[in-house]
């Protein structure tokens, strides 16, 4: 093949509540990027509802994959690989784009690469203008992950510290399910506390005073010190408890990150996943870090669930021969 001619990939995701299909060139241009989310199927449950889910994959997926293949304006055969999130996820929804994935590698005969969903998350900041160099420090932020890496290269991770119980998405979701803000949790929570007047502290911190070694995470008792001064104080202020409650969830993450980076003497941190979003989290970080450390937060689409993330990292492993047979199941688990 001729070194200029430039790679494109299709990259599929439907691990958890969005659809999405894109095409990337070179790993760092996306060509066209298509995402259906299905928030509105489940909020009013207030949670994801898998098979309500997979079904919504099965109904959008291939409508997408044409859309995007059009958008980019490409057919199937411009493509030199297809990859899809292969695990963590729902597994009846994580079989929709890997299926259509296996039929399109099978049907046109490119390579099939399963990718990990965590880190196509930290690969987002690549496919923007400000590329991350390694070894740099992923925090992930989601609805289903809460978890720092050091990152030395495309599947190259250390697990440095995640969540022992719920991930910092779920506990949006929980307070705001609670006190009845609307699903996904994050951007209400986020608008309402915003609106505070009195922005005094009324939780304790996360696992305050556990020492520099402790790189856990916990979100389940801050969610219960939610409910529990919403029963004793069922008058309480609405803006100031989702204040006090953002302003802990949020305070664990920059402390962690900054004093692992700084023990590792990493300077280069990219935070990803639904969480990244938020904007009182980008100005705490913003605020603590020092002169030398560099912050990298996608913009909030890339953030998201999106194929373009899968599509982009699937791309480091085409060109380094690695890709997946077509009995490759998917996996709940990382
Ligand atoms: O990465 P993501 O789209 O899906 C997975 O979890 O896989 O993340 C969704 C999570 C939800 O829990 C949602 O409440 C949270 O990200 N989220 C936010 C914000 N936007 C979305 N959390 C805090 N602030 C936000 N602005």
Wanted: hydrophobic share 40%.
């Amino acid at each position: 093949m001729d070194h200029n001619t430039p790679i494109l990939g299709l990259g599929l995701e439907s691990s958890c509540d969005e659809t999405s299909a894109a095409v990337v060139k070179n790993g760092s241009e996306i060509l066209s990027h298509e995402i259906f989310s299905q928030v509105d199927l489940h909020s009013e449950y207030f949670g994801v509802v898998p098979e309500i889910a997979s079904r919504s994959h099965l109904e959008v997926i291939n409508g997408l994959i044409q859309k995007a293949l059009d958008d980019a304006k490409i057919s199937f055969s411009d493509l030199h690989y297809v990859a899809a999130t292969q695990r963590p996820g729902l597994v009846g929804s994580l079989l929709i784009a890997v299926q259509s994935a296996k039929a399109i590698s099978f049907v046109h005969k490119i390579p099939f690469i399963g990718v990990n969903h965590l880190e196509a998350h930290l690969y987002a900041p690549f496919l923007e203008e400000k590329n991350p160099v390694y070894p740099f420090i992923g925090l992930l932020v989601s609805g289903g992950n809460t978890a720092i890496y050091i990152v030395r290269g495309p599947g190259e991770y250390e697990l440095i510290g995640k969540t022992v119980d719920d991930a910092v998405g779920e506990a949006y979701d929980k307070v705001s399910k609670f006190l009845n803000l609307g699903y996904p949790g994050g951007p209400h929570i986020e608008r309402i506390a915003r609106t505070a007047k009195i922005r005094k502290q009324l939780f304790p911190k996360i696992l305050a005073d556990t020492g520099p070694q402790d790189t856990r995470f916990s979100y389940s008792g801050i969610k219960t010190a939610v409910v529990n001064y919403i029963r004793q104080y069922p008058d309480a202020d609405t803006a100031e408890i989702v204040w006090s409650f953002q302003e802990r969830a949020i305070e664990i993450l920059a402390r962690r990150v900054f004093t692992i980076a700084r023990l590792h003497n990493i300077t280069t941190i990219v935070v990803a996943g639904g969480v990244a979003a938020n904007g009182r989290l980008r100005e705490l970080l913003n605020e603590t870090k020092r002169d030398s450390e560099d912050i990298i937060i996608p913009s909030p689409l890339l953030c998201t669930d999106n194929g373009a993330m899968v599509a982009g990292i699937g791309y480091r492993y085409y060109t380094l021969g690695i890709h997946n047979d077509l009995h490759t199941d998917v996996k709940a688990r990382a």
